[in-house]
Structure formats: structure tokens, C-alpha cells
């Protein structure tokens, strides 16, 4: 009989063993040491800042700050690495009269922006200004970085199940096997965490801890350190290339998906739902890259078709619609590589996004 209940209560044991060595994997000191790159760190930090914007946001609402007239408003930013690097305390100086919380994540969908946005609205919290970018990259249905960054990092179970039908039954089990097991959704490399665990003055782990603390002490904006500070690309070469490899991977097998344009719909409608203003912002790329664009004759009937939609949509929602490659007022040429601006150009572009806000009266 014992021998019996040993048979059963093994595989029992192996698998509570199993599961408990698993959760170390959520542990923030251990995905420092194990994971490739820092992609997780802006993920795993957006539900710390939802947090924020519901306290701040509603310390904001107190009745006598609406009497002396210091309420101050909230401005959410949703967008990709191109919208990530604001100047908050620049920000916060040239507008003291405005919250501003960046939700940008490196290669992020719509489907990511209305699960930010739906999350914030579940608080309580009504903000005063919501910034959207758009991009044809980010509708397209043909490349893998929906998985590999959005699906991988970020939504929770209520969203997918909520909205499963918006998902690839491969999308959810994917999904599923991330949230149940941690070491697929953080695989360990044994190598990289003995290498770093063995040196405290690891340059990987120095550049995570200072890109962690940057972005909680500046709301989720990003730090530019690599390869260091305030640096652009010089050389033209290299913008050609960067140009061509991001072309490749994210504007590649370009097929229209019509279920991100669901997702965009479905932020819309609520922000028009809760009287929410929103501005829809392509960034501005190298005109490298742009030219490249322009010049793929496999992408100018599908970005051509993006195009359409896109404006439908925001006729259909009424909603001010900012392209910067069509902006006088913003003409930034210095990036770091063919897709993103250096951040002397993020003055220019908040200027723009503020005066948007102005100009349609939102």
C-alpha cells in the first residue's frame, strides 16, 4: 500500500517542486540576470504606472483644487520606441498645468493601446488628452512582432478572454502557456545569469537598473543610453541599413489586418463613450527610410490601403489626425537609426502634440 502511494504522490511532489522552481522566474532580480534583451522592463512596469495615473489623477480631482484653480490635466501617450524617449521634465516645465504619463513600449499594436486604455478607464480615470500612434506597421498581420512583443509581455486574461474572438486561437494558447508556466515567458539562459551573477558591475545589469529607475522617476519614459546619451547616426551607410533591416522585419509580408483596426475602434469608441480627446500621430522617420518606403513597389498598394482606412476612421469617430512626415512645423533630421528620432527632435514633437490639443478645441 505504501508503495502504492508513493507511485501516486511522486509525480504529485515533482510537479509542486517543478512549479515552485518555475515562479522564480517572475522574480525581478532573476529576469535581470537571465533575459537577452530589455524589451520586458517596459512591459512588466506599465501596471506600476496605471497605479500612478489612478492616484495622481484623482488627487487632481479634489474639489478645492477645481476651486483654486491648480487641477492640473492628464495626458496619456500610447505609441511604440518612437514615442517613448519624452522629455518628462521638460514636459512638466513648459506645461505645469499638465500630468503626463508615456505608455510607449518598443514595437506595440492598437490591440496594446485599447488594453492600456481600457485598464486606465476601469480605474475611474477620465484623462484630458490621449495621445494614439498609428503606423502601417503596426497593422500587419504578415510579420511576428505582434507575438513576439505585445502577445509576449503584456494584456491579461480578462482581455483575451473578452476579446478572444479579436485573437488567433494559436495567439491565445500562446498566451495561455506564458501566463501558466514563467520560464516560457522568461526563459532562463543559464549561461548569461552565471556570467552576470557572478560580476555586481555587469554592464548589461547596470544598463537595466538604470533604465528601471529612469522610467519610474519619469512615468514610463524611456532613457536613451545606448549606445549613450544624446547620440545620433552620422553615417549614412549605417541609416541605409538600419533602414532596410526594419523595412524587412516589421513592413514585411505586409497583409492589412483588419483586427487591429477592431482594436483601434474599440479605444475610439470608448474615448468617445467617455468624452475622452484623441489625437491619432504618425511619427516621422529618416528620410532614408522614407524613401525606401516610397520606393517598394510590393508596399504601395497595402500602405496606400492603410491609408484609406485609417482616414475613415478618423472621420468616422471625428477624431484630428497628426502625419509629422506632412508637418512644417516638425522637420527632424537626427536619429539614432532609420526608424527613431534623437531626442533633440522630441521638443518639436511636443510642441506639435500640444498644439493639436489647442487648435482643435479638445
Known amino acids: 500500500m505504501k508503495s502504492n502511494l508513493r507511485v501516486v504522490y511522486f509525480p504529485l511532489i515533482l510537479f509542486l517542486v517543478y512549479f515552485g522552481l518555475d515562479k522564480t522566474c517572475l522574480l525581478p532580480q532573476m529576469k535581470k540576470l537571465s533575459q537577452p534583451d530589455a524589451t520586458y522592463l517596459y512591459f512588466d512596469y506599465k501596471t506600476d504606472l496605471i497605479d500612478q495615473v489612478e492616484k495622481i489623477h484623482k488627487a487632481n480631482q479634489k474639489p478645492e483644487n477645481f476651486v483654486s484653480g491648480v487641477r492640473k490635466k492628464t495626458l496619456i501617450i500610447l505609441g511604440s520606441s518612437r514615442l517613448l524617449y519624452f522629455d518628462t521634465a521638460r514636459f512638466h516645465r513648459n506645461y505645469p498645468d499638465?500630468?503626463?504619463f508615456n505608455f510607449s513600449a518598443p514595437?506595440?499594436?492598437?490591440?496594446?493601446?485599447?488594453?492600456?486604455?481600457?485598464?486606465?478607464?476601469?480605474?475611474?480615470?477620465?484623462?484630458d488628452y490621449v495621445v494614439v500612434e498609428v503606423d502601417p506597421l503596426q497593422y500587419n498581420d504578415g510579420s511576428d512582432h505582434f507575438v513576439r512583443s505585445n502577445l509576449a509581455y503584456s494584456f491579461d486574461l480578462p482581455f483575451i478572454l473578452k476579446h478572444h474572438d479579436l485573437f488567433k486561437n494559436s495567439e491565445i494558447s500562446f498566451f495561455l502557456a506564458r501566463f501558466l508556466f514563467a520560464g516560457y515567458k522568461y526563459p532562463p539562459d543559464l549561461q548569461a545569469i552565471a556570467s552576470r551573477a557572478?560580476?555586481?558591475n555587469d554592464r548589461w545589469l547596470l544598463a537595466l537598473n538604470e533604465l528601471d529607475k529612469y522610467q519610474r522617476e519619469n512615468r514610463g519614459a524611456g532613457r536613451s543610453i545606448i549606445p549613450r546619451e544624446n547620440w545620433y547616426e552620422r553615417d549614412f551607410a549605417r541609416l541605409e541599413l538600419s533602414s532596410r533591416h526594419t523595412i524587412s522585419w516589421l513592413y514585411g509580408n505586409f497583409e492589412l489586418s483588419e483586427r487591429q483596426f477592431g482594436f483601434l475602434e474599440m479605444l475610439l469608441r470608448d474615448a468617445r463613450?467617455?468624452?475622452?480627446?484623441?489625437?491619432?500621430?504618425?511619427?516621422?522617420?529618416?528620410?532614408?527610410?522614407q524613401r525606401q518606403l516610397d520606393e517598394d513597389s510590393r508596399l504601395a498598394a497595402p500602405l496606400a490601403e492603410w491609408e484609406v482606412r485609417l482616414k475613415k476612421e478618423q472621420k468616422d469617430f471625428s477624431v484630428p489626425y497628426l502625419d509629422l512626415r506632412h508637418d512644417r512645423d516638425v522637420s527632424c533630421n537626427t536619429f539614432v537609426d532609420g526608424a527613431h528620432m534623437a531626442l533633440d527632435c522630441y521638443h518639436m514633437l511636443t510642441v506639435a502634440v500640444m498644439r493639436e490639443y489647442r487648435a482643435n478645441g479638445l
Request: charged letters at 20%; hydrophobic letters at 40%; aromatic letters at 12%.
Open 107 to 127: 514595437v506595440t499594436s492598437p490591440a496594446y493601446y485599447a488594453y492600456i486604455f481600457e485598464r486606465i478607464l476601469e480605474r475611474g480615470v477620465k484623462p
Open 98 to 100: 499638465w500630468e503626463l
Open 198 to 200: 557572478r560580476d555586481p
Open 273 to 289: 463613450s467617455g468624452q475622452v480627446p484623441v489625437l491619432l500621430l504618425r511619427p516621422q522617420v529618416s528620410s532614408t527610410m
